[in-house]
Each structure stands twice: as C-alpha cells, then as structure tokens.
C-alpha cells in the first residue's frame, strides 16, 4: 500500500513539473485579439511609438519598458530618443502579467554632409534631389560656403543616386564621374557613402520536431519571438511553448546577432502550434502565399452584353474606349477555372466605383481623348458604376471567389476625384491648390509638390490632411469592405496621399474588427520613389505592403541585356534591408501601368 501512495506521489510530482517548465510563457488573457507586432527600425534621433497603432490602446497596461528604463505614455504615445549598443534589443509591454515585446531595430543612419564646388560659376539657386530625399528637390536646402553648396543628410552606408538642380535646370554632378543609367536615357551620379556590405551573419534551421526548433550556428546571441513574446534558447534550441495551439496560424521569429550585425531572418509558420512543413498547407489567408492576377475589367471578359456601352465623343479612339468587361465576365471566369490554371489565389480587381460619362484628358501621338473605362475617375463614394456592375452582382463575384478559395483585392482611390465628383462641387476647398503661388500649373509635379499635385486639370487631389477629408474617405473605404467583404485594398497612387490618410483608415478597420488576427485584411500601396519612402507608408499601424517597382524595372532590364544580373542581385537585397527579409511587398512581373516582361520578350513592345 506504501509502494503504490510513493508511486502515485513520484507521477504527481513528474506531471507537476513538467507542467511548471511548459507554463513559462504567460500569455495575455487578450492573446487572441493582439496583431503581431512586426519588426520596428529606430529613427536615428526620436521616434514616436503610437500604441494604437498596435491595438495596444485597448489593453490595460502596467508599464512599458526600453533598455532596462521605464517609458510614460503620454497622449497614448511613447518615445524613443535613446539608441541601443546591440542591433537588436526589445520594447517590452507588461500587461494582466504578461510580457509582450516589440522587436525593434537600431538605426544605423548617420550624418553626412553632401558637397558640391562650382568655383568658375555663380548660380542663385543650387539643389539636389535623389533617393536620399525621395526626388524632392526642395527637401533638403543647400547653403552657399564660398564657392560650396552644401546640406546634410541622415544615410546609412550605402550608394544613393542623385542629380543636381542649378537654377531650375537638371544636371549631373560635374565633380563626380560616377554615373548609372536611369533607365530613360539619361544618367543618374552616385554617391557612395562608407563601406555599404551585404554580408551578415547567417542562421539557418538544422532540425525540427513538434515541440522543438534547432537553429545553427548556436554560438552566438539568438533573438526568438513566438508572436509577441520572447523564448530563450539554450545551445541553439527553441521549445515552441504550450499553448501556441491558441492561433490556427502563428508564427515564430528567429534571428542572431554579434555587437556590429544582425543576420537573416528565419519565419516559421505554425498551424494549431505545430511546425508546418509544407507550402500546400497554406491557404488564402496566408499573404506570404498569395499570387496576385491584376483583372482590368474592362478589358478582361464580356459576361453581360446589356451593360454594354460607348462614349460617342469623335475624338475617343477606339482603345481609349470601353470594350465591354465586368464583373460577371470575372465570376464566369472564376467559375471556368482560369484563374487555377495560372496558379492564382488572389484577384485584384481594377475600380467599380461610379466613374463620369464624358471624355477627358489628352494624348499627342496619336491624338485622343479618353473614356473612363479604366475606373479611376470617381464620381461617387459608395456607388458601383453600372457599365461594370450591379451591386448584387459584385457581392455574388466575391462569394464565388471565396467558395474558390481566393481573395479579392479592391482598386481604392483616396488621391483625387473627378471634378464632376458632388463632394469636389459643393466645396472646392476640400481639394489642394490647382495653381502653386508662383503661378505655374500644380499638375504632374510628382515628388516637389508630392502631397498636392494633381494628376491632371480634371483630376482635383483632395486635402487629405483636413480631419473633415481624410475621415470622409476613410468611412468610405470602410464601406466596400463591409458591403461586399472584400480581403483587402490595391490603393492607388499612395505616395501622394499623406500617411494621416492611412493611420485613420486602419485604425477604423481594426476597431471595427475587419482587420485582426483571425481577419488578415491586406492592404498593398502603390509608391513610385526610392525604398526609403516606401518604405515610409509601412508598419502595424499604416499598410501591409506595397509595389517593388524598383526590382521590377531592375529585373527587366537585366534581363533585357541593360543591365547585369548583379545589378538585379543588388537591388533584391536592398528590398530585403528596407523590407525584411519576409516582407510582403508585391514583387510584380507588370500591371495596368507597367508593361509584362512576356511583352518585352515576344517582341510586341520595343524597350526603347
């Protein structure tokens, strides 16, 4: 009888404490409703820290903690003034007594001072615009020194291409020989700034189990999150802690650092707690998966011959003019397997909002106006454009596509409106300035007059920097989400619209409840510009991703035969830098705007 009282205390004892040593990890009784936190650089100076913007707002919160120092959150905010002396430290959140960590990274940027000697000329107005300050001429004044122009910047190592402005006009720098095409015929100068290296340390994953991970090489520091908290790691080892099973998919994140780098990053998704070995388990919720097919809907196929219409205006040639697609034609095809066929699991579908009847704009050679088939001119907010799509019929194109198992994208435009828009009609405040106040056109100024210039006389950009604007636009795209349960947003010209658009946007799609963990909304901007402002509209409280432009144009060109494949090597890791080495940033083969390499490769259209 004493023998089976020991054994009955010894298996108690054994359950007790291998319960104790899987408990480690104290979740947040909210774990379920908190986004994961995504991978934070440091400003070299100061950085605000929104704690809205990782849904933080809503949690009771007991203390924020940065290198080993409490942080007062003031006006819901906190700030980051202090750099770390390793590449890769953590915030730390306690809350209902759990630890919750914000990964953030030390800014590497430092001060250099740009110089440019004109010593036989004298010139008013002297300025460079490059991809240290997103082409902008005007960002960065220049002082006269003697016969030096000069102005700083904050850089990391690396090489940046830039031109000069000498009184309104565009040259290269004349002191500097180094040079690069900018692929439009011309050529760009090159700054190199210290001793720009790809090379980092490198982990990798050595062996895996349900309950275990094995990263190599385990002598140096790892740095491992399990969503939002942290795991300490013993000879290289990692237990995936209990109750991971909590998520249908989570992910962990592993890295490694010595005192100077931080290496590659290794993402491990797990479905219900356990390691998923295979890509075919993924499915449309998994944006690392997602292949994107962009449908211009009225050039991709006629389902409904009665919605059929032409502008009759003479002077609008035929391919400036509808040709007949909707949004059946895209259920239809859905329906018939199409896009199965191509291997796509995520349609984008170009704007069905209400567009205008007239003809607009002008082309030279040859001449012709335009119709709006292509979407981009609204007119309304809510309404769908009846050439397109009925509202019932874009609802039953969504369900299809769900029942496929694929996602459907909206184009959304918040930039501008038609100038037959009512909103524009009732009060033209609402939009910039046509005219600057030197009395030239604000139209096409793409980078220095970025958040203002119109696209073109009948295309006012609205200030989206009054509450009254950007809360409008914002509800309204709120509206197609709730409507038709579209998985996300293709937002056009994103550049231009100031980022106060998209913290109010997401902040109103996760209160709502239309983003979160167990509804991963996708929104993809699009920017054409250098990686650091793209990468400026990105982060937990702004979008999820945008356009790699830059790799596209460099991938066509290499393999063209323009430039060398290293060139194509070289950008695809500065994506990775600005990024992350799993961003989710959409790396395009074309789109309505840029030509598809296939186009290129058959010959049907001229590089040059």
């Given amino acids: 009888m004493n023998k089976i009282r020991l054994l009955y205390i010894i298996v108690f004892f054994l359950i007790f404490s291998c319960s104790e040593k899987k408990s480690k990890l104290k979740m947040h009784p909210e774990e379920k409703s908190i986004e994961w936190f995504q991978l934070l650089t440091l400003n070299p100076d100061t950085t605000k820290i929104v704690l809205s913007d990782y849904s933080l707002d809503n949690l009771k919160i007991d203390s924020i903690v940065y290198l080993n120092q409490p942080l007062p959150i003031v006006d819901g905010s906190i700030i980051i003034t202090e750099q770390p002396t390793q590449p890769l430290t953590t915030i730390d959140i306690y809350s209902a007594g759990a630890k919750l960590s914000l990964p953030v990274k030390k800014s590497l940027k430092k001060k250099h001072t740009f110089k440019v000697n004109f010593p036989s000329n004298t010139y008013e107005l002297v300025q460079i615009k490059g991809e240290m300050n997103a082409w902008n001429p005007n960002a960065n004044p220049m002082v006269k020194n003697g016969g030096n122009y000069q102005t700083d910047f904050w850089l990391e190592d690396g090489v940046y291409q830039y031109k000069l402005m000498v009184d309104g006009k565009e040259i290269s720098d004349p002191g500097n ?8 015929g011309g050529t760009n100068s090159l700054w190199k700034i210290g001793n720009p290296s790809t090379e980092k340390i490198h982990i990798s994953i050595d062996s895996f189990s349900d309950s275990e991970v094995h990263v190599v090489p385990n002598d140096v520091k790892i740095m491992a999150f399990w969503q939002n908290y942290q795991l300490k790691a013993k000879d290289g080892k990692l237990k995936i802690p209990k109750g991971s099973d909590i998520h249908e998919r989570s992910y962990l994140r592993i890295w490694t650092m010595d005192d100077q780098s931080l290496s590659n990053e290794i993402l491990i998704p797990l479905e219900n707690g356990k390691i998923m070995n295979s890509s075919s388990g993924l499915n449309r919720s998994d944006w690392y998966a997602a292949t994107i097919y962009n449908t211009f809907i009225d050039r991709f196929n006629n389902g409904k011959k009665e919605n059929d219409w032409k502008n009759p205006e003479k002077d609008v040639l035929p391919k400036a003019n509808y040709y007949g697609g909707d949004v059946v034609g895209v259920t239809q095809k859905i329906e018939d397997g199409y896009f199965d066929t191509l291997g796509i699991n995520t349609i984008w579908i170009s704007p069905v909002v209400k567009n205008p009847r007239g003809a607009f704009g002008k082309y030279p050679h040859p001449q012709t106006r335009f119709s709006a088939y292509h979407g981009y001119w609204p007119i309304s907010f809510t309404q769908v454009d009846e050439r397109l799509t009925t509202s019932e019929e874009l609802k039953d194109m969504v369900k299809m596509a769900h029942k496929d198992h694929k996602n459907v994208l909206l184009d959304f435009i918040a930039n501008h409106v038609h100038r037959e828009h009512p909103y524009y009609q009732a009060d033209t405040t609402v939009a910039t300035n046509l005219y600057l106040p030197d009395g030239s056109l604000n139209t096409e100024r793409w980078d220095d007059h970025r958040l203002t210039t119109w696209f073109d006389v009948h ?32 937002h056009d010209a994103t550049k231009h619209v100031p980022n106060v658009f998209w913290e109010t946007l997401t902040h109103k799609l996760k209160e709502k409840g239309l983003k979160s963990t167990d509804h991963p909304l996708y929104q993809l901007g699009e920017t054409y510009g250098s990686a650091g402002l793209i990468s400026s509209y990105l982060g937990n409280g702004l979008l999820d991703a945008q356009f790699d432009f830059n790799v596209y144009d460099t991938s066509v060109g290499a393999l063209i035969g323009e430039k060398p494949m290293t060139a194509l090597r070289d950008e695809i890791e500065k994506s990775m830098k600005y990024y992350g080495d799993h961003h989710l940033m959409g790396n395009i083969t074309g789109n309505q705007d840029r030509a598809r390499f296939i186009s290129y490769a058959s010959g049907d259209l001229l590089t040059s």
């Fill in 177 to 184: 020989s180094a040079e690069i095409s900018n692929g439009m």
């Fill in 459 to 490: 295309m006012p950009s609205l200030d989206l920097t009054q509450p009254r604007v950007y809360e409008t636009l914002s509800d309204s795209a709120v509206f197609w989400i709730e409507k038709y349960d579209f998985d996300g947003f293709r």
